[in-house]
């Protein structure tokens, strides 16, 4: 029984300090949405979070950016239909999104819509502070 007790003690206390190392939503502007389309230059299927990085041709000067934007688990997103292969390099990609708070190019993942029509989404809400 003392095994036992040591084994789950030691468990919370390994998976708390898990929980404890995620960041916050913090860096995202939540009162502010943007849209971003341009070509997937690639696409992060991977834990503990995917990332969505396209080339957008900047308005302004012509030149083409890039643009970040962080996504759920592959867990989360598979849930919204995304696999490895959903998107490929050179695809066109529209992103909505909250901005980042610095301005710099990149964002919190909303929904995608794909050259083909289809819409991928994020749910229920992204914003962890709307759930409270």
């Given at each position: 029984m003392?095994?036992?007790i040591?084994?789950?003690s ?5 998976f708390?300090?898990?929980?404890q190392?995620h960041h916050s939503f ?7 949405k943007i ?7 690639e696409?992060?299927?991977?834990n503990?979070?995917?990332?969505l990085?396209?080339?957008?041709v ?21 849930a919204?239909?995304?696999k ?6 050179g695809?066109?990609?529209t992103?909505?999104?909250y901005?980042m ?7 919190q993942?909303l ?5 083909d029509?289809?819409?991928?989404t994020?749910t229920?809400t992204?914003?962890p502070?709307?759930?409270r």
């Amino acid at each position: 029984m003392t095994l036992r007790i040591a084994f789950v003690s030691l468990a919370v206390a390994a998976f708390g300090l898990q929980v404890q190392a995620h960041h916050s939503f913090a860096m995202f502007d939540h009162e502010k949405k943007i849209s971003i389309s341009g070509a997937l230059k690639e696409f992060e299927f991977t834990n503990p979070h995917c990332w969505l990085h396209i080339s957008v041709v900047d308005a302004g000067t012509g030149r083409t950016v890039d643009w970040s934007f962080e996504m759920g688990s592959i867990g989360q997103i598979a849930a919204q239909g995304w696999k490895i292969d959903t998107v490929k390099p050179g695809d066109k990609i529209t992103v909505e999104g909250y901005p980042m708070k610095d301005g710099s190019r990149g964002g919190q993942y909303l929904s995608a819509r794909l050259a083909d029509g289809r819409v991928f989404t994020q749910t229920p809400t992204p914003n962890p502070a709307a759930a409270r």
